[in-house]
């Protein structure tokens, strides 16, 4: 019954490489976002899409691309990793203001 | 541009004591300012949120106030208890339809036997 699901959970990898994290939402909500969590636990709102459609894009380095096949799921696609892109992601889903995390991917770039 | 300032970073206090967490927005006109709880390698729960049209919410032992005109929120929680330690992050929204979040930096909370 889980609400809102994220995959992979961790994720190593070397940099310069390409990975993708994924995310789903059972709740039937319109919205879906992407957050990137720092090393000194800031969160900060990557991007947001609304019935597929990209509604916020804040300034992300064109490396990130995210993709939304269908309302359920909102995908994160990472080119050329650098150190930096170390962090947690956390995906999100809102049908109105309440947003509902997903457990995170803990992303280290080595 | 949109900010939100939280204080304190950390707090600490003995089970049983109150602990107040502050936060300040810069655009007048979010209106809407939830309060997450993430405990350590979980995702950020919500705990409670404010509407810009209420000045105060509460739910058992925590409740929310509302400044709108100084533009200052706060989360109080009274009886603290281990189980409260974690990080806190205030944030804030200017749209009921699926705005994004910006988030205040955390404040972590150690509640002491």
């Known amino acids: 019954d889980t609400a809102v699901s994220q995959t992979p959970k961790y994720l190593v990898t070397q940099m310069g490489n390409d990975k993708s994290i994924k995310c789903e939402q059972n709740?039937?909500?319109?919205?879906m976002y992407w957050y990137k969590q720092d090393s000194k636990k800031f969160l900060k709102i990557m991007f947001s899409?609304?019935?597929?459609?990209?509604?916020i894009n804040e300034t992300v380095p064109n490396r990130f691309s995210p993709k939304s096949p269908d309302k359920a799921h909102l995908n994160l696609h990472i080119n050329s990793l650098e150190l930096g892109d170390s962090a947690v992601y956390f995906c999100?889903?809102?049908?109105?203001?309440?947003?509902?995390f997903g457990p995170g991917t803990r992303l280290l770039v080595l | 541009g949109e900010n939100v300032e939280q204080h304190p970073s950390t707090l600490s206090v003995q089970e049983g004591d109150s602990a107040v967490i502050k936060c300040t927005y810069s655009?007048?006109?979010?209106?809407?300012f939830p309060w997450y709880k993430q405990e350590l390698g979980k995702r950020p729960q919500l705990i409670i949120d404010?509407?810009?049209?209420?000045g105060e919410k509460k739910d058992q032992r925590i409740a929310v106030t509302l400044n709108k005109t100084a533009k200052h929120f706060s989360l109080h929680i009274t009886e603290t208890q281990p189980e409260d330690s974690a990080v806190y992050f205030c944030?804030?929204?200017?749209?009921?339809?699926?705005?994004?979040?910006?988030f205040g930096q955390g404040t972590e909370l150690s509640v002491k036997p």
């Open positions: 999100a889903s809102s049908q109105a203001e309440t947003q509902y």
């Open positions: 944030a804030a929204s200017k749209s009921l339809q699926g705005g994004k979040l910006i």
């Open positions: 404010i509407r810009s049209n209420v």
């Open positions: 899409y609304n019935n597929k459609e990209l509604i």
């Open positions: 709740l039937g909500h319109d919205t």
């Open positions: 655009d007048s006109a979010s209106n809407y």
